[in-house]
């Protein structure tokens, strides 16, 4: 059983930071890559960013290049997403995903761990 759990959502104003976190635990075959997904209240979920069991490869959705960075720490289990500068538009339940079946997960899959979510809320 594979298990993820994130934590570090909180309300926040626009402008400024959060560290989101996801502690991975469980039985794995290395290598996995992870990634973030949002989903905000009416809307599909979508791919924020992802990266490879290196830490080597990365990708972001076009909205958040340049705000966010994505890095993991494989001795800690841990996946993080680091997001500056948030906008109103940023708010949404942000979900981490583990799939053993792609380098980099931008896409949901049926192979695919998630995370139960932690909540952002960005205010003007």
């Known amino acids: 059983q594979v298990h993820l759990v994130e934590s570090g959502g909180a309300p926040v104003q626009a402008g400024g930071s959060l560290r989101l976190s996801c502690v991975v635990s469980?039985?794995?075959?290395?290598?996995?890559?992870m990634g973030w997904f949002r989903q905000a209240p009416g809307k599909d979920r979508e791919f924020v960013a992802g990266?490879?069991?290196?830490?080597?490869?990365?990708m972001y959705a076009d909205s958040v290049k340049g705000r966010f960075t994505i890095s993991r720490d494989n001795a800690r289990s841990t996946l993080y997403l680091q997001m500056n500068n948030l906008l109103p538009e940023d708010t949404a339940v942000y979900s981490c995903?583990?799939?053993?079946?792609?380098?980099?997960?931008?896409?949901?899959?049926?192979?695919?761990?998630w995370g139960q979510g932690t909540q952002v809320t960005v205010s003007s």
């Open positions: 995903n583990l799939d053993t079946t792609t380098e980099i997960p931008t896409a949901a899959s049926e192979f695919a761990f």
């Open positions: 469980g039985r794995l075959v290395n290598p996995y890559g």
């Open positions: 990266i490879n069991w290196s830490g080597g490869s990365v």
